[in-house]
């Protein structure tokens, strides 16, 4: 069975404190990687596809990158603006239906 | 562009009572997925439609039925809501059924008491 894990579940920054999120999963079959954000009351918003280890792709202050086992989206200076939920989705062969979502870090940046 | 749209986006039920949550989607995609979203646990797929016409079984289909009524909507029912149906609901399209991100609606709060 596909497994995601994400840590830690919940961080408090504070604005400017640069900090790192995790997200580790099983390994084979693997397609590719998203990461989605997700504020209070909506939807998942879409950041980033990762589909080889040693990719990185930026947006603003976010990083991702992915390795073989795990995957990590660095957060540089964050502003109160970036507090929400940062899903990961690790994505397996047989079409999107095999996507597994973690259940998140919920992340706090505090002025 | 409204992108995906779900209705309502609140609804209370007492135990016992049916109902449909409504999505549609303007974006033209070929794929579209019903999750639920509970504290503590990870968007569970329900149902999916990966092309208009068809419907399959996800992770958690007990209790739910769907309905792809066109390339833009697909309905989630419920025939006789239970209290363990009590979540928040998401409907979501990809353009294709490859890896590719996705567009999720705002979601429907849906308490059973």
């Known amino acids: 069975e596909d497994q995601v894990t994400q840590s830690p579940e919940a961080l408090r920054l504070q604005e400017g404190e640069s900090s790192s999120l995790n997200c580790s999963y099983t390994?084979?079959?693997?397609?590719?990687l998203f990461w989605y954000r997700q504020d209070p009351g909506k939807g998942p918003e879409f950041l980033f596809t990762?589909?080889?280890a040693g990719e990185e792709k930026e947006k603003e202050r976010l990083k991702a990158t992915l390795t073989k086992k795990e995957s990590f989206l660095h957060i540089t200076a964050p502003k109160p603006e970036d507090s929400a939920t940062y899903l990961c989705a690790p994505a397996y062969s047989g079409g999107y239906q095999k996507v597994t979502f973690g259940t998140g870090t919920k992340l706090q940046v505090i002025p | 562009n409204a992108g995906v749209t779900q209705t309502p986006k609140f609804q209370v039920l007492k135990t016992g009572q049916s109902m449909t949550l409504q999505c549609a989607q303007d974006?033209?995609?070929?794929?579209m997925y019903w999750y639920r979203q509970d504290p503590g646990m990870g968007l569970r797929l329900i149902y999916y439609s990966a092309s208009e016409g068809t419907t399959d079984k996800g992770e958690v289909p007990n209790g739910y039925n769907v309905s792809r009524l066109n390339k833009r909507e697909f309905s989630l029912r419920l025939e006789s809501a239970a209290p363990s149906q009590t979540s928040v609901y998401f409907c979501a399209s990809i353009p294709g059924q490859m890896n590719t991100e996705a567009f999720f609606g705002q979601g429907t709060r849906l308490t059973v008491v």
């Open positions: 974006m033209n995609h070929n794929s």
């Open positions: 390994v084979s079959g693997l397609r590719g």
């Open positions: 990762l589909y080889s």
